[in-house]
């Protein structure tokens, strides 16, 4: 078996709050002059607050250089907080010492956006996926390889993948050896941070019906990163809209998509692409109309 799955919920205003972020704040430092004085700081993540249920995807949506990401890093203490607090299952994950940070960790998982960049080039893919497993004393020897070559079969691959090299596989498979290094440890929340954003539009579909999947079948709470509301609209439950570190519209899948009050929402949802050039043609001369009236203002 890859995993004991946990059991699969129906999100819902019944399930458990797994995730509570409270005015999360990440500052960077601005410096200038010969002595590199701090002038200043860049406001990447200024109050955010939002909560994920058991069982539930979150998707933060916003435009390249919103804090979204900076938001994902800073919840699993990849990136030092300004300020804020992140509660995980109730523990307060800024104020947990090393051996406590380091269970917490079995539990909290990131898929990186760039499935080549985030994967050793020197290692064979079941080192890769196993190096989880042995850092944690969870599996060793031939209950490893079983183990690594069940989730590498699980994610869409072949069992002998785990003795090849990263670049051996396509965009899509590595994203695929991305997901199971990111599994072995059976957490509970994922970070998907822009998963299928480097990948081919045939490709991306795969990916997030493997993680609905994944999902359905371990209990799975997902944080879901992206720039595309056509994305965010396939696989979320809720979503979430980023503008300049806050957050500047939450709310339903439904209510967002069909519904959106923000002006800023409204200009993602202008941005997503039809098939019919008339209803694409429509959305350009109401992106450019909104345009000209901020620049009136």
């Excluded at 069982?55 to 979204?68: D, F, H």
């Excluded at 072949?158 to 072995?184: C, K, M, N, T, V």
């Excluded at 439950?237 to 800023?264: F, T």
Aim: proline share 5%; net charge neutral.
């Amino acid at each position: 078996m890859v995993a004991n799955a946990h059991e699969s919920p129906t999100p819902g205003s019944d399930e458990p709050v797994i995730l509570d972020v409270r005015g999360l704040r990440t500052y960077f430092p601005i410096r200038k002059g010969f002595l590199q004085r701090v002038v200043g700081h860049h406001k990447a993540v200024d109050g955010v607050s939002f909560t994920i249920k058991r069982g539930e995807t979150l998707g933060l949506v916003g435009e390249s250089g919103c804090g979204k990401t900076t938001v994902g890093r800073t919840i699993l203490a990849l990136q030092q907080a300004t300020g804020g607090e992140v509660l995980f299952e109730g523990k307060d994950v800024f104020r947990q010492d090393s051996a406590s940070m380091r269970r917490l960790r079995r539990d909290m998982q990131i898929i990186f956006q760039d499935p080549g960049g985030s994967l050793n080039p020197r290692m064979r893919v079941g080192s890769i996926v196993g190096e989880p497993l042995e850092v944690h004393g969870m599996a060793s020897g031939d209950e490893l390889r079983e183990r690594v070559e069940a989730l590498l079969e699980r994610c869409g691959l072949w069992r002998a993948a785990a003795d090849r090299y990263p670049h051996e596989f396509s965009g899509g498979q590595r994203q695929r050896i991305g997901i199971a290094r990111a599994l072995a440890l059976q957490p509970k929340l994922i970070v998907c941070d822009e998963p299928t954003s480097a990948l081919d539009v045939s490709v991306q579909s795969e990916i997030l019906n493997l993680l609905a999947d994944l999902q359905q079948q371990f209990g799975l709470s997902y944080l879901f990163i992206s720039h595309d509301m056509a994305v965010i609209h396939h696989i979320c439950d809720r979503i979430a809209v980023m503008k300049d570190g806050k957050i500047v519209e939450e709310g339903s899948r439904e209510d967002v998509i069909g519904n959106p009050q923000h002006p800023y929402t409204k200009r993602l949802l202008l941005a997503v692409p039809e098939c019919d050039p008339r209803v694409d043609a429509e959305k350009r001369r109401e992106r450019q109309r909104m345009l000209a009236e901020e620049i009136e203002r």
